[in-house]
C-alpha cells in the first residue's frame, strides 16, 4: 500500500489546519455561508437533510486495518455510531457537526486520510478495481496509476476549477469491476507486444444524461499516460461549458464536438503537454510501484476439505473467488444484509473488518462500488474462521451479486437533492427475495436503485434499475432493464409509467419471472433481456 | 400556514422558528405568515440559522405538517432508523412522513 512522504503529509496537516481557521471564523461571522460553503465543500463537508455530512476519502478504494480502525472511530465519537459505504468507493458521516469536523480531519490525518477532493467541481476521488493485486486476469495493479494520478490531480492549480466534478477509473482487467466506461475518462491498462499503456476512454457518466464513454485513444504508453490525461482535461477545462451546469460534464463537450473532433484536439494538446516533461522520473514511478510490491504470501500444500455446512459453503460459493496466488481467495464481506441499508456499518463492524483484514488479508481493505467491502488476500484454510466471524456480526450474507446485493443511493431519507427514498425500496425488494435458494436460482442480477435523476444508485448501469421521481408530491418509481456498467456496458431502458412504492417491489417480481419464464441455458437476467427485448417484460408489467 | 426552517449553524441540526427563537421540534413551529423572508435575514444575519427558508405546511392537530415530503422527513429524520428520528419510542412515526 501507498505510504505518505514528508510532502503528503504536510500537506494534508496543512490542509486541517487551514480548515480549522476557515470554520473558526465562520462560526464568529467573520465569514458569511456564501463565503463558507465552497471551503467546506473543497473539504467534504456538505449540508444535507438533517445535518452536515462528511464525505472521506478512500484512495482507489485501498485502506489498511488501522485506516479502517479510525473511520470505525470517527463513526463512534463524532457520528451515531455508523457510517455509509459509497458508491464512490468511499464513506460518508451523516451527522457531523461543523464545530467538530477540524477534530475529526486531524484525526483523519494522523492515519494518512483526508475529505480533500470529495466534492466540488475538481478531479473526485480515483477509483479503481476492487480486486487490484489479487486478480488473476489483471495486467498490472492498477492502484500504481491510480495512486500517479491522485498525486498529479490533488490540489492541481489548472483543475481546481473545472466546468463541473470529475471521475477518473483505473482498470487493468479484461472484466471491468469498476464501471470504468461511465466515468469522465476510464482507463484500462493493457499489454501490447509486451509493452504496457492504456486505452483511454472518455465521456461516459451517469445523471441526467447517461453516457458510455467512447474510446479516445486505443493504446497510449505508459510513459504517455499521464501526459495524455493532462490533455484531455486541458480541452474540457478549455472548451467545457460553465453557462449550464445540466451541460458542463466532459460527456456533452465529447457529445456535441463528436468523438473525432475531441480526439483530434486532444492528440494537439498532447505534443504541447508532452514537452513539459509531466510524467514522472523512473525513480519516482519506482518509488511507487514498490509500495503495491504483492505481499510475501504462503506456499501451500494440497488442503483436506473441510466438514460440509451449508451456510458456510453457500457463501464461500458466492462471496469468495479465485486468487491469483494458489491457495488464497478474494472475500467480498456485504453490506446488504436482508431489510438492511446498503453500504451501511456500524462502528463495531468496522471495527470487526479492520481486525479481520489485520489477521487474514496481510492488513488490506478495499471499498467497492457496489457498496461492499473486500479482503483481498485471504488464505483459503482461513475461510472459515473469517466466515464464523462475519456470521456472528452479521457480516456474513451470501449474496455478491445476486438480486439483493442492491446498491442504493441515500435516497430521500438523507439526500437533500433526492425526490424519492431508495432505502425502503432496496429493503422491501431484498426482503420479498429473501430465500437464498430463490436468490440464487436467479443467479447473476445486479438491481440498482436511485433516489433521483444524479444517479448516484448507478439505476442506468443495473440489470433492473429503479429510479425515483417526484410525482406530484408523491414518491413515484420507474422501472429500468438491460443496464450494465461491466465491460458489456450498456444503458438502461425505462418500461413505461412508473410504480408506487410497493408496486415497483412488485413490479421487480414480474420482470424477474419474465426471466426464470423465458431463459435458456446458462443466460443471466440481462442476457435473456437482451435476447427478447423489452417486449415480453412491457406486456407482463402493463398488459 | 408558512414555515421558517433551516440549520442550526454549529451542529446542523434542523430548526424551526417559533416566533421568538428556534426549535428542533416542529410542533413548536409558528406561521411567519409574509414575514419569514425578513426574520431569516435578520437570523442567519445573527448566526442563529444557517441555510433559512419559507415552506407551506398544514394546521393539524399535532401541529403543523410540511406540504413536501422531503420537509416532512427533515421534521422526523430517516425513515429507516426510527432510533435516530426525533420520536424513537413512537413505532408509527415514520407514517407521518409517507
Known amino acids: ?543 | 400556514m408558512k414555515v421558517l426552517t433551516g440549520n442550526d449553524l454549529p451542529t446542523g441540526d434542523v430548526i424551526w422558528w417559533t416566533g421568538n427563537g428556534w426549535s428542533r421540534h416542529i410542533e413548536d413551529a409558528r406561521d411567519v405568515a409574509d414575514q419569514g423572508e425578513s426574520i431569516a435575514r435578520a437570523e442567519e444575519g445573527a448566526r442563529h440559522v444557517t441555510g433559512p427558508y419559507v415552506i407551506d405546511a398544514t394546521v393539524t392537530a399535532d401541529g403543523p405538517r410540511p406540504a413536501h415530503i422531503k420537509d416532512r422527513v427533515r421534521a422526523l429524520g430517516p425513515t429507516v432508523r426510527p432510533d435516530l428520528t426525533l420520536k424513537p419510542a413512537d413505532p408509527n412515526a415514520g407514517s407521518w412522513v409517507i
Not at chain 1, 2 to 23: G, H, L, N, P, T
Not at chain 1, 227 to 253: F, Q, W
Not at chain 1, 381 to 397: R, Y
Open chain 1, 1 to 543: 500500500m501507498y505510504k505518505y512522504d514528508q510532502y503528503d503529509q504536510s500537506i494534508v496537516d496543512a490542509r486541517v489546519e487551514e480548515f480549522r481557521d476557515q470554520v473558526k471564523r465562520r462560526l464568529a461571522g467573520q465569514i458569511t455561508e456564501d463565503q463558507f460553503k465552497p471551503l467546506r465543500l473543497m473539504n467534504g463537508l456538505y449540508l444535507q437533510l438533517h445535518a452536515y455530512m462528511l464525505r472521506v476519502a478512500v484512495p482507489y478504494g485501498t485502506l489498511d486495518g488501522r485506516q479502517m480502525r479510525m473511520l470505525g472511530h470517527i463513526a463512534r465519537k463524532y457520528d451515531r455510531g455508523y457510517g455509509h459505504f459509497t458508491t464512490r468507493q468511499n464513506i460518508q458521516y451523516n451527522w457531523i457537526k461543523l464545530s467538530e469536523a477540524p477534530d475529526i480531519l486531524a484525526e483523519l490525518a494522523t492515519v494518512e486520510m483526508h475529505a480533500i477532493q470529495t466534492s466540488g467541481n475538481c478531479i473526485r476521488n480515483i477509483s479503481s478495481d476492487q480486486f487490484a493485486g489479487a486478480a488473476a486476469d489483471e495486467v498490472a495493479d492498477p492502484r500504481v496509476w491510480a495512486e500517479l494520478l491522485r498525486q498529479w490531480s490533488t490540489f492541481h492549480p489548472e483543475f481546481s476549477y473545472l466546468p463541473r466534478k470529475f471521475k477518473i477509473a483505473v482498470i487493468a482487467a479484461d472484466e471491468d469491476r469498476a464501471a470504468m466506461r461511465l466515468h469522465d475518462i476510464g482507463i484500462q491498462l493493457v499489454q501490447r507486444d509486451g509493452v504496457l499503456g492504456g486505452r483511454i476512454f472518455v465521456g461516459g457518466g451517469m445523471g441526467r444524461t447517461p453516457m458510455i464513454a467512447p474510446e479516445i485513444k486505443d493504446f497510449i504508453t505508459a510513459d504517455d499516460l499521464l501526459s495524455y490525461v493532462e490533455a484531455c482535461l486541458r480541452v474540457y477545462n478549455r472548451y467545457g461549458r460553465r453557462d449550464n451546469i445540466y451541460k458542463a460534464r466532459i460527456k456533452i463537450l465529447i457529445h456535441e464536438l463528436g468523438a473525432d473532433e475531441y480526439r483530434r484536439q486532444v492528440e494537439e494538446e498532447f505534443v504541447a503537454v508532452k514537452a513539459l516533461g509531466l510524467d514522472p522520473p523512473k525513480a519516482e514511478f519506482d518509488r511507487i510501484t514498490k509500495m503495491f510490491a504483492p505481499p510475501t504470501f504462503a506456499t501451500f500444500g494440497p488442503q483436506a476439505d473441510t466438514a460440509p455446512n451449508p451456510a458456510f459453503d453457500a457463501w464461500r460459493a458466492q462471496n469468495t473467488v479465485a486468487h491469483k496466488q494458489p491457495g488464497y481467495a478474494i472475500v467480498t464481506i456485504s453490506l446488504k444484509p436482508t431489510g438492511g441499508i446498503p453500504g451501511d456499518a456500524t462502528a463495531d463492524q468496522i471495527d470487526l473488518m479492520a481486525d479481520l483484514a489485520e489477521r487474514f488479508s496481510f492488513n488490506e481493505l478495499r471499498v467497492t462500488h457496489a457498496q461492499n467491502i473486500v479482503l483481498p488476500h485471504v488464505a483459503v484454510s482461513d475461510l472459515h474462521d473469517v466466515w464464523t466471524a462475519l456470521d456472528a456480526a452479521g457480516l456474513a450474507p451470501a449474496n455478491i451479486d445476486l438480486i439483493s446485493d442492491i446498491i442504493a443511493c441515500p435516497g430521500l431519507d438523507y439526500c437533500s437533492l433526492a425526490n424519492a427514498r431508495s432505502i425502503p425500496v432496496a429493503q422491501k425488494i431484498a426482503t420479498r427475495f429473501a430465500d437464498p435458494e430463490r436468490q440464487r436460482d436467479l443467479g447473476e442480477l445486479k438491481l440498482k436503485i436511485s433516489g433521483c435523476i444524479n444517479a448516484c444508485g448507478h439505476h442506468h448501469a443495473g440489470h433492473i434499475g429503479i429510479l425515483g421521481v417526484d410525482k406530484k408530491g408523491t414518491e413515484n418509481y420507474q422501472l429500468l432493464l438491460g443496464g450494465s456498467g461491466a465491460e458489456d456496458a450498456s444503458l438502461a431502458r425505462i418500461t413505461g409509467p412508473g410504480f408506487s412504492e410497493d408496486g415497483i417491489v412488485d413490479a421487480v417480481e414480474t420482470v424477474t419471472n419474465v426471466y426464470l419464464d423465458k431463459r435458456e441455458a446458462g443466460e443471466r437476467f440481462l442476457d435473456t433481456y437482451r435476447r427478447l427485448g423489452m417486449d415480453p417484460f412491457k406486456e407482463a408489467l402493463y398488459g
